[in-house]
């Protein structure tokens, strides 16, 4: 990412085709979903050397943004999901303050308000409090936030929020943690080995909680095997395996996504829209207290496998039950 503020001498627009060369596909996407699981809010979406930033509405979304040459912006518009423009933003490099007077920016600006990399600095102290790109007064995508002119975490950012892969330092500036965020929260550090496009991998062994609300595969769209390890994902309460197209196995593995509790209506599980997937292993005690279960759209499924024939499992113990496939 750049380190200062230039003007960019590429092309300032051009229509987006699919015979261009930058690829677009989708690696990871760092987003809510609601109860009919669709996406919801700001979301951070990882794409081969570059990130996409957008909002959805009911699973829906009608702009974004992504990075352009050295620090500037471009503008994504869609139709049905798909990116059918981008024009690249006409900032301009200025200074202003934001609306209260408590931070002058340093960068890009369009139509008064920060829009491309610059340098956030806070007006009393005069210190450097964000390094990095900024739409409308957001830390956005990429960027280095500071206190005393010390870093405190560097990495990606969604809606003014740690999102995505960062680093967070101590007072000495030494690494405290590094790994995955979400909305403004570390949510694991040994899944991923360092670099966002491992997401391209076809097997995965998860040990770790991706997220403590949603488990979302969906921009894995490589995977051919999942396992998750036992004992882990206590406090995810939703999860949400949807159209993974090349997803062969999925298991999960004793005592993992369970509380233990009384049943928890807004606990629920679905798998959906995988077609190679042929076998799904659930292993004893997991989902205890999940109330909603629904398998639907699994053409190639041979192997359905829950609990233990040997034990009580109590798997999806007071869940409905839903199979549903297109096949005749």
Same mark, same amino acid.
């Given at each position: ?138 830390? &956005? ?47 694991? &550090? ?77 606990? &629920? ?19 205890t207290d999940f109330t909603h279960f629904e398998l639907s759209k699994l053409d190639s499924l041979e192997v359905l496998k829950i609990g233990s024939i040997d034990f009580d ?11 549903? &496939?297109?096949?005749?």
């Amino acid at each position: 990412m750049g380190d200062r503020v230039t003007e960019s001498e590429e092309e300032t627009s051009y229509s987006y085709s699919s015979n261009e060369e930058e690829d677009l596909t989708e690696l990871c996407a760092f987003v809510k979903y609601n109860k009919e699981y669709k996406r919801e809010g700001p979301a951070l979406i990882y794409i081969p050397d570059n990130y996409i930033l957008t909002e959805y509405k009911d699973g829906k979304c009608e702009k974004g943004y992504m990075l352009h040459g050295d620090n500037g912006l471009s503008e994504l518009k869609y139709e049905n999901n798909k990116i059918t423009s981008r024009t690249v933003i006409e900032a301009t490099p200025g200074k202003l303050h934001d609306p209260t007077g408590t931070y002058e920016f340093n960068g890009f600006i369009q139509n008064d308000s920060p829009m491309g990399f610059g340098i956030c600095k806070d007006i009393a102290s005069n210190q450097v409090i964000y390094q990095g790109y900024m739409i409308g007064w957001e830390r &956005s995508i990429d960027g280095v936030s500071k206190k005393d002119n010390k870093k405190v975490f560097s990495g990606s950012w969604c809606a003014n929020k740690r999102c995505g892969y960062g680093i967070e330092y101590d007072e000495n500036e030494m690494i405290s943690r590094e790994g995955y965020w979400f909305n403004d929260e570390f949510i694991q &550090s040994n899944l991923f080995l360092a670099n966002p496009l491992n997401l391209s991998m076809s097997k995965w062994k998860v040990n770790t909680s991706l997220c403590s609300e949603v488990l979302n595969f969906s921009g894995f769209q490589k995977v051919e095997e999942i396992t998750f390890n036992s004992r882990n994902f206590e406090t995810t309460g939703i999860v949400n395996i949807t159209g993974l197209q090349n997803l062969k196995k999925i298991e999960f593995e004793a005592n993992g996504f369970s509380m233990f509790g009384y049943a928890n209506p807004k606990r &629920s599980f679905c798998i959906s829209d995988c077609p190679l997937l042929e076998s799904i292993l659930i292993g004893k005690y997991c989902f205890t207290d999940f109330t909603h279960f629904e398998l639907s759209k699994l053409d190639s499924l041979e192997v359905l496998k829950i609990g233990s024939i040997d034990f009580d499992s109590f798997n999806f113990y007071e869940a409905s039950f839903s199979i549903q &496939s297109s096949s005749c």
